[in-house]
């Protein structure tokens, strides 16, 4: 039993997810920071297989993926050999990577638009993907109402990196019978209902938007805490500043707004009410690299008139904690193919994403959907299983 693994971007996530794999299917670690971990899925965490991942940076496109971990995770670090055998591949670039000071070109640059579709189709078909993760840098997305707009868009090749990938996700479904889709980025899939559709239609699985780390899914927790003893919340404040590639990319605007859409627009779907909010990244310091600085203020009305604070300040190694959740992701993914649940699953979104899909679906606290999530899939934790067996 095996779950073939398309990675789509060659940074920190998947470096973290892909040599974390090797080093859990060895034993030489434990299993910590994958929220499922504890419970009996049809699949284990050793059935996953990383089987190509892709990039546009000139400096990583041509290498294996063991190279770039040994760049990226520094000299000291124990890179499995195996990610000897996994190639960076080129991708399809079209604007994602504008201002960033990087030379990329994509099979588009290459071949042209009609070509690249082509071309990463074929290739998809060769590497026979079960899952598809998408960790590429943040773009600008539109969402597109209807069908016919998303494919006219498409079409004509007036679309982000993340929705070529998306359409040719479609294709190939179409053509060997469905494949699911991790949109861990902001740029909207779960929540483009002209995109989302056809990718229902062609018997994809999406699983979206913006992976579900760091501070996002504590200020929900922390907004439910306060929302069930009736405290007033007044306003709340959460920044980030981090060092990594990641954040220097969010320093551009169209790029930070769809991070900022995607977290504000938890708090009102969990108070019920409109909260002053201030929540976005805020600054690229390169000495903190990718464990970011994260500090937040809730000011709250309680009993009798009186005024308290939360105060948090963490420091957060980002990438691993995005990498973690995938790891339960992908197995989702593999299942939810399995039981023919085309389009995208909420109660999966609503644990592990920051903008659940569909567009318009609330956004509950991590806390209450994490039990919607076990019932959605029947698991039991482990302990119980082996009291029953
Ligand atoms: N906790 C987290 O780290 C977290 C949480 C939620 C979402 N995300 C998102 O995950 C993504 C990846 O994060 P990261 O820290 O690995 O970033 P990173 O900058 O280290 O890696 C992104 C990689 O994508 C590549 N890329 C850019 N455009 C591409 C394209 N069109 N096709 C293929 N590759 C392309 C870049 O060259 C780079 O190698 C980001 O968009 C980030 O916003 C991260």
Known sequence: MVIRVLLLGSGYVTTHLATGLERLKKKLIEPYGIPLAK???PYGLEDIEVVGAYDVDD???GKTLYEIAREVMGGEYPVP???KYVMVRRGVRRNSTDGLGIHAQGLDDVMGYEGCLEALLKEWIDLRPDVIVNVITTEHGEEYDDVATAMNRLKEGDVPATHVYAYVA???AKARGGVAFINAIPTPVANNPGLLKIMEDSGVTVFGDDGATGATPLTADL??????RNRLIEFIVQFNIGGNTDFQA???EDRNQMKELTKTSMVKDITGYEVPTYIRPTGYLEPLGDKKYVAMHIEYLSFNGFRDSIYVNARINDSPALAG???DLIRLGKISVERGWKGTVYEVNAFFMKRPGPRGSPNTAKIKAYYQLLNKFGLLPLHKVRTMV
Do not use: F, G
């Open 81 to 83: 050999e195996e990610l």
């Open 170 to 172: 479609a294709l190939y």
């Open 250 to 252: 969010l320093t551009r």
């Open 39 to 41: 419970y009996k899925l």
């Open 223 to 228: 907004l439910e805490h306060l929302t069930q």
């Open 59 to 61: 400096s990583k496109v």
């Open 325 to 327: 959740i995938l790891c």
